[in-house]
């Protein structure tokens, strides 16, 4: 009875709107769905994509273990339209930009491998409906693998449940087994120091006879970022195409062969790594691959699949060093095996990396058995199909161009038999044409996909006609001969682009003693290549003409770098831009007007704005009119110079002087809460939303440079929010600056401490503004035992930027900058205040708590500009101050007094106390304001009298110089007067007193 009971409370409806469903190839992949999901919405709004599917309102009914799907009108538990197990949900879509849509993917049934897979699409008719109905999914979900005691993995989960260290990249060894001796990382170790004291001894440098064959492939080497550790593979970066492209930075590059030397004295294998490069990187552990993931380049710089990594190991001597063997392709010859090293935090970090591993390849050995394995090359069509996708995913402008590109390596057939059902259909826009498009694509793909064959596989062919081995043997070879043609086509046609030919020149059908046609191209424009392709009729070029040729050739030349360098300029300033867009993809509270922006354009060129103390009430009253979003960023940089102008922080509380950058080349102690919260911040924005891209590796820049600046605080939850938001507005280096002026000027890092007293004194204060100014809002707290660390401690933790609209927070940082934490007591205030009513409507402590966690968090435009205004006109500086004051008499009272001999007395002497020490520090705080005034007064009268003083020093030295030079004037007069005449002067000379005034000289009777 009880179970019945149980399982009628885990069964909850939804009601939805199903729009449709769609099988898909069990090689589709994430970059595909978002135009899966697409073509059903297409399919049941206007029915030209297959066969039409209405939509039609449905009760989505979880009964554990299954999800039922049944007609809303229906009441026969009987009639549904389809059931599954939970389990069966590998993954759930749910677009930022369409709310009201989600769409789960159901995996085929594991007893029968040729299941296909299936995605429905839903519709809600309130946005907040979908994260309830996802999550309680993903809940029974779980709770269906934990009846049937199966540890199974979601499959399509693999890169969101994969585990994540920061390692730094020591480098990598050429070794000789696959099968690593237990010394191997130590003797790496030993081998790297000693490469780098032989490189930075002075003198010749090593010597390429006596040591080469003792350390060949023995030494430390960086990343190749440009081609992935030598190996020519296609890159999976992790942010989108705007935030970034490789870049491949000087000093980095790997040495392994003798064809790519250093320096001259160099050995030919070998160039040193630079240890002034940030070589941390994060390791990541997937479901069948392994992932080196670069933060500053913001790509995967290497990517091994477990079956081609043959062992793992751990230093003995240097434990906190580990290393894998893998595979590693030759040029020539047969495959190598290469040992990757690196070096993590402490010794237990290693020893979880070895068991993550342990536990990964014994996963994923499992599932490969279990299941059948999905056969997949590079030369798959839906491989190719998922690059297109890949390369297309948040790029509309782009878009139409690469699917264009990709249009045109089909044949003539294909691309006419796509056009023709594309035009069909009669799209409206670009986006339109696109969609269907990839439908077609991947229509075509599909039917290809299933006649393919991979890479290294025969053809059927009956066994009568010739042997198996010569069938693979040729096959290969043939697969080699398509490999040069192909590459030796792409050669020429990059010639002939480069001269202007015609590409028809080239014909895959000549024979192979003949590769240009003289019928379509004009030779003499070209060196031949070959002395039968010279036309003995041609006439001979001069001297002059060849070298005329060359220069043009070389003016041309250096005109397309010109070129081609321009162009990068270009895409990069428009990928920037795009990025800034997207960072400033919000929804600004209250509008600037153009004079606030003519202000702030003046205030933010003005010279010395950086050095100069400015008027703080003129930039206030400037603050209050608005700030333009795209100068947000400056304007808060120009807020902290100013503050810091002002008020000097003893050299004891100032922040560390370290760089930035040379903090990145560290490894934290903090790695795990920091990963584990980058999903949790901004999950909704696009800068932040994609795993480990661009934004959410910047972010993890951020927090970890401050964790290993700040060793006290380290990493607490709610910097990440703070941090967010600042990498929205600025750079890395300048968010991490107004990071350190946040937490160290106005002392906000004081709530993150580990005894987190400062953080129990602001609720404190929040309770007593509660109780002096809003008593029923108050009371109705205390009477169901709701204190505000309850709902307000993710206000003050994050400021107000993990539930609110970034608008509204933006707003808040504004003030924030100005008048430091006052402002988050206010904006609380101002909030629960506003919302008094409602709140106290709520009759139980879930319902009050639901309603301050997910209800007021949802303001209207409106809600967040009076709430804004009123906080613009409040002023609680002083309360604030009391009730600190206040409350640490309290904590002092209530350590020094035993325990209480009765409550009610206890009570009434708490009450006399607080209302003696309200009124002493109002006193105190009125002597302190009177004091303040009067030392300020008493400062302008010092730097009025210095300046006196230093403007009559300067007249007194302009007196003295004008002396000096009239008695310079008489000495030369009186050399110039005859002795006569200068008798007669001395006895009319003028002379001087005593008190230094003159007076003439006594005149005769």
């Given at each position: 009875?009880?179970?019945?009971?149980?399982?009628?409370?885990?069964?909850?409806?939804?009601?939805?709107?199903?729009?449709?469903?769609?099988?898909?190839?069990?090689?589709?992949?994430l970059?595909?769905?978002?135009?899966?999901?697409?073509?059903?919405?297409r399919?049941?709004?206007?029915g030209d994509?297959?066969?039409?599917m209405?939509?039609?309102?449905v009760?989505?009914?979880?009964?554990?273990?299954?999800v039922?799907?049944?007609?809303?009108?229906?009441?026969?538990?009987s009639?549904f339209?389809?059931e599954?197990?939970?389990q069966?949900?590998?993954?759930?879509?749910?677009?930022?930009?369409?709310?009201?849509?989600?769409?789960?993917?159901l995996?085929?049934?594991?007893?029968n491998?040729?299941?296909?897979?299936?995605?429905?699409?839903?519709?809600?008719?309130?946005?907040?409906?979908?994260?309830?109905?996802?999550?309680?999914?993903?809940?029974?979900?779980?709770?269906?693998?934990?009846?049937d005691?199966?540890?199974?993995?979601?499959?399509?989960?693999?890169?969101?449940?994969?585990?994540?260290?920061?390692?730094l990249?020591?480098g990598?060894?050429?070794v000789g087994?696959?099968?690593?001796?237990?010394t191997?990382i130590?003797d790496?170790?030993d081998?790297?120091?000693?490469?780098?004291?032989e490189?930075?001894?002075?003198?010749?440098?090593?010597?390429?006879?006596?040591s080469?064959?003792?350390?060949?492939?023995?030494?430390?080497?960086?990343?190749l970022?440009?081609?992935?550790?030598?190996?020519p593979?296609e890159?999976?970066t992790?942010?989108?195409?705007?935030?970034?492209?490789?870049?491949?930075?000087p000093?980095?590059?790997?040495?392994?062969?003798?064809?790519?030397?250093?320096?001259?004295?160099?050995?030919?294998?070998?160039?040193?790594?630079?240890a002034?490069?940030?070589?941390?990187?994060?390791?990541?552990?997937?479901?069948?691959?392994?992932?080196?993931?670069?933060?500053?380049?913001?790509?995967?710089v290497?990517?091994?699949n477990?079956?081609?990594?043959?062992?793992?190991?751990?230093?003995?001597?240097?434990?906190?060093?580990?290393?894998?063997?893998c595979r590693?392709?030759a040029?020539?010859?047969?495959?190598?095996?290469?040992?990757?090293?690196?070096q993590?935090?402490?010794?237990?970090l290693v020893?979880e990396?070895?068991?993550?591993?342990?536990?990964?390849?014994?996963t994923?050995?499992?599932?490969?058995?279990s299941?059948?394995?999905?056969?997949?090359?590079?030369?798959?069509?839906?491989?190719?199909?998922?690059?297109?996708?890949?390369?297309?995913e948040g790029?509309?402008?782009?878009a139409?161009?690469?699917?264009?590109?990709?249009?045109?390596?089909?044949?003539d057939?294909?691309q006419?038999?796509?056009?023709?059902?594309?035009?069909?259909?009669?799209?409206?826009?670009?986006?339109e044409?696109?969609e269907?498009?990839i439908?077609?694509?991947r229509?075509?793909?599909?039917?290809?996909?299933?006649?393919?064959?991979?890479?290294g596989?025969?053809?059927?062919?009956?066994?009568?006609?010739?042997?198996?081995?010569?069938?693979?043997?040729r096959?290969?070879?043939?697969?080699?001969?398509?490999?040069?043609r192909t590459?030796l086509?792409?050669?020429?046609?990059?010639?002939?682009a480069?001269?202007?030919?015609?590409?028809?020149?080239?014909?895959?059908?000549?024979?192979?003693g003949?590769?240009?046609?003289?019928d379509?191209?004009?030779v003499?424009?070209?060196?031949?290549?070959?002395?039968?392709?010279?036309?003995s009729?041609?006439p001979?070029?001069?001297?002059a003409?060849?070298?005329?040729l060359w220069?043009?050739?070389?003016?041309?030349?250096?005109?397309?770098?010109?070129?081609?360098?321009?162009?990068?300029?270009?895409?990069?300033?428009?990928?920037?831009h795009?990025?800034?867009?997207?960072?400033?993809?919000?929804?600004?509270?209250?509008?600037?007007?153009?004079?606030?922006?003519?202000?702030?354009?003046?205030?933010?060129?003005?010279?010395g704005r950086?050095t100069?103390?400015?008027?703080?009430?003129?930039?206030?009253?400037?603050?209050?009119?608005?700030?333009p979003?795209?100068?947000?960023?400056?304007?808060?940089?120009?807020?902290?110079?100013?503050?810091?102008?002002r008020h000097?922080?003893?050299?004891?509380q100032?922040?560390?002087?370290?760089?930035?950058?040379d903090?990145?080349?560290?490894l934290?102690?903090q790695?795990?809460?920091i990963?584990?919260?980058?999903?949790?911040?901004?999950?909704t924005?696009?800068?932040?939303?994609a795993?480990?891209?661009?934004?959410?590796?910047?972010?993890y820049n951020?927090?970890?440079?401050?964790?290993l600046?700040d060793?006290?605080?380290?990493?607490?939850?709610?910097?990440s929010?703070?941090?967010?938001?600042?990498?929205?507005h600025?750079?890395?280096?300048?968010?991490?600056?107004?990071?350190?002026?946040?937490m160290?000027d106005?002392?906000?890092?004081r709530?993150?401490?580990p005894?987190?007293?400062?953080?129990?004194?602001?609720?404190?204060q929040?309770?007593?503004?509660?109780h002096?100014?809003?008593?029923?809002?108050?009371?109705?707290?205390?009477?169901h035992?709701?204190c505000p660390?309850?709902?307000?401690?993710p206000?003050?933790l994050t400021?107000?930027?993990?539930?609110?609209?970034?608008?509204?927070?933006?707003?808040?940082?504004?003030f924030?900058?100005?008048?430091?934490l006052?402002v988050?007591?206010k904006?609380?205030?101002c909030?629960?205040?506003?919302?008094?009513g409602e709140?106290v409507e709520c009759?139980?402590?879930?319902s009050i708590?639901?309603?301050?966690?997910?209800?007021?968090?949802?303001?209207?435009?409106?809600?967040?500009?009076q709430?804004?205004?009123?906080?613009?006109?409040?002023?609680?500086?002083k309360q604030?101050?009391?009730?600190?004051?206040?409350?640490?008499?309290?904590?002092?009272e209530?350590?020094?007094?035993?325990?209480?001999?009765?409550?009610?007395?206890?009570?009434?002497?708490?009450?006399k106390?607080?209302?003696?020490?309200?009124k002493?520090?109002?006193?105190?705080?009125e002597?302190?304001?009177?004091?303040?005034?009067?030392?300020?007064s008493?400062?302008?009268?010092?730097?009025?009298?210095l300046?006196?003083?230093?403007?009559?020093?300067h007249?007194?030295?302009?007196l003295?110089?004008e002396?000096?030079?009239h008695q310079?004037?008489?000495?030369?007069?009186?050399?110039c007067l005859?002795?006569d005449t200068?008798?007669?002067?001395?006895?009319?000379?003028?002379?001087?007193?005593?008190n230094?005034?003159?007076k003439p000289?006594?005149k005769k009777?």
């Amino acid at each position: 009875m009880e179970g019945k009971e149980e399982k009628e409370k885990l069964d909850r409806r939804f009601s939805l709107t199903y729009i449709g469903w769609s099988s898909l190839d069990r090689r589709t992949t994430l970059p595909m769905l978002p135009w899966l999901v697409a073509e059903i919405r297409r399919r049941s709004e206007r029915g030209d994509c297959g066969p039409v599917m209405q939509p039609r309102d449905v009760q989505l009914v979880l009964c554990p273990p299954f999800v039922r799907c049944v007609p809303s009108g229906s009441s026969n538990p009987s009639v549904f339209i389809f059931e599954h197990k939970a389990q069966l949900i590998s993954r759930f879509i749910h677009n930022s930009s369409e709310l009201c849509y989600f769409a789960y993917l159901l995996r085929g049934q594991p007893d029968n491998p040729e299941s296909e897979m299936s995605c429905h699409v839903f519709r809600t008719c309130d946005p907040s409906q979908v994260p309830e109905v996802i999550t309680s999914i993903r809940q029974l979900s779980k709770s269906a693998l934990k009846e049937d005691a199966k540890p199974k993995q979601e499959a399509d989960e693999a890169f969101y449940n994969s585990q994540k260290f920061e390692v730094l990249y020591c480098g990598k060894v050429t070794v000789g087994h696959k099968k690593a001796p237990s010394t191997l990382i130590d003797d790496c170790i030993d081998k790297f120091r000693q490469h780098e004291i032989e490189r930075k001894r002075p003198g010749p440098g090593l010597s390429s006879t006596g040591s080469q064959s003792s350390l060949r492939g023995s030494f430390p080497e960086c990343i190749l970022e440009d081609s992935g550790f030598e190996e020519p593979q296609e890159f999976r970066t992790r942010c989108s195409s705007l935030a970034g492209s490789l870049q491949r930075k000087p000093g980095e590059g790997v040495l392994m062969g003798p064809q790519r030397r250093r320096h001259a004295s160099a050995p030919n294998n070998v160039q040193p790594s630079d240890a002034d490069k940030n070589r941390t990187m994060l390791f990541q552990v997937g479901r069948f691959e392994i992932n080196l993931i670069s933060p500053d380049t913001k790509t995967v710089v290497l990517e091994k699949n477990f079956k081609d990594i043959s062992s793992c190991c751990q230093g003995i001597k240097q434990t906190d060093h580990f290393g894998f063997i893998c595979r590693h392709p030759a040029e020539s010859g047969p495959s190598q095996y290469v040992c990757y090293v690196f070096q993590c935090a402490s010794e237990s970090l290693v020893d979880e990396v070895m068991l993550t591993l342990k536990q990964a390849f014994t996963t994923a050995a499992a599932l490969q058995s279990s299941k059948t394995q999905i056969q997949l090359c590079e030369a798959c069509p839906m491989h190719d199909l998922h690059k297109l996708c890949e390369r297309i995913e948040g790029e509309r402008r782009t878009a139409k161009l690469a699917i264009q590109k990709y249009l045109s390596q089909l044949n003539d057939n294909e691309q006419v038999e796509v056009f023709e059902r594309v035009q069909r259909l009669k799209p409206g826009s670009d986006q339109e044409e696109n969609e269907l498009v990839i439908l077609q694509l991947r229509q075509l793909c599909e039917s290809k996909q299933k006649t393919h064959l991979h890479i290294g596989e025969s053809p059927q062919v009956p066994a009568s006609t010739y042997g198996a081995a010569a069938t693979s043997s040729r096959f290969k070879l043939d697969i080699l001969k398509n490999k040069a043609r192909t590459s030796l086509t792409s050669s020429l046609e990059n010639i002939f682009a480069r001269v202007g030919q015609p590409r028809k020149c080239f014909t895959e059908e000549s024979s192979p003693g003949c590769i240009f046609s003289t019928d379509h191209c004009d030779v003499g424009e070209l060196l031949p290549l070959s002395p039968r392709a010279l036309n003995s009729n041609r006439p001979k070029r001069t001297g002059a003409e060849y070298r005329a040729l060359w220069r043009t050739a070389i003016h041309q030349q250096i005109l397309l770098l010109r070129m081609e360098k321009e162009n990068q300029r270009l895409e990069g300033e428009r990928d920037a831009h795009a990025v800034r867009l997207m960072k400033l993809n919000y929804q600004e509270v209250s509008q600037c007007s153009k004079e606030a922006q003519a202000l702030w354009e003046k205030k933010l060129t003005a010279p010395g704005r950086t050095t100069v103390p400015q008027d703080m009430e003129n930039m206030y009253r400037a603050l209050c009119q608005g700030l333009p979003k795209n100068r947000r960023g400056e304007v808060w940089l120009l807020l902290s110079h100013q503050h810091r102008l002002r008020h000097r922080l003893p050299q004891r509380q100032q922040a560390p002087d370290t760089a930035y950058y040379d903090l990145l080349k560290q490894l934290t102690a903090q790695q795990h809460a920091i990963l584990v919260d980058l999903g949790r911040t901004f999950p909704t924005h696009q800068y932040f939303s994609a795993q480990l891209g661009a934004g959410q590796l910047s972010l993890y820049n951020l927090l970890k440079a401050y964790s290993l600046l700040d060793t006290e605080v380290g990493y607490c939850q709610g910097i990440s929010f703070v941090a967010g938001v600042l990498l929205l507005h600025m750079s890395e280096e300048q968010a991490f600056d107004m990071l350190k002026f946040l937490m160290y000027d106005l002392g906000i890092r004081r709530q993150y401490r580990p005894d987190m007293v400062s953080l129990q004194i602001q609720m404190y204060q929040l309770s007593r503004l509660l109780h002096d100014y809003h008593r029923d809002l108050y009371n109705h707290f205390e009477e169901h035992e709701i204190c505000p660390s309850l709902y307000a401690a993710p206000w003050f933790l994050t400021l107000f930027a993990s539930q609110f609209p970034l608008g509204f927070v933006s707003r808040i940082f504004d003030f924030v900058f100005v008048q430091g934490l006052e402002v988050i007591f206010k904006v609380a205030l101002c909030l629960l205040s506003s919302h008094e009513g409602e709140i106290v409507e709520c009759d139980s402590f879930e319902s009050i708590v639901d309603y301050l966690k997910t209800t007021l968090p949802a303001l209207t435009q409106a809600q967040m500009e009076q709430t804004i205004a009123k906080v613009m006109e409040m002023d609680i500086s002083k309360q604030l101050h009391a009730y600190e004051v206040e409350y640490h008499v309290l904590q002092d009272e209530m350590f020094e007094a035993g325990p209480p001999p009765d409550d009610s007395d206890r009570l009434d002497k708490l009450e006399k106390t607080n209302t003696q020490l309200k009124k002493q520090n109002m006193d105190l705080l009125e002597k302190l304001q009177a004091a303040r005034q009067k030392i300020q007064s008493l400062e302008t009268s010092v730097e009025n009298f210095l300046s006196r003083e230093s403007k009559m020093k300067h007249v007194i030295r302009s007196l003295e110089q004008e002396r000096a030079a009239h008695q310079k004037t008489i000495e030369r007069m009186r050399s110039c007067l005859p002795p006569d005449t200068l008798t007669d002067v001395e006895m009319t000379q003028i002379k001087t007193g005593p008190n230094g005034k003159a007076k003439p000289a006594a005149k005769k009777p």
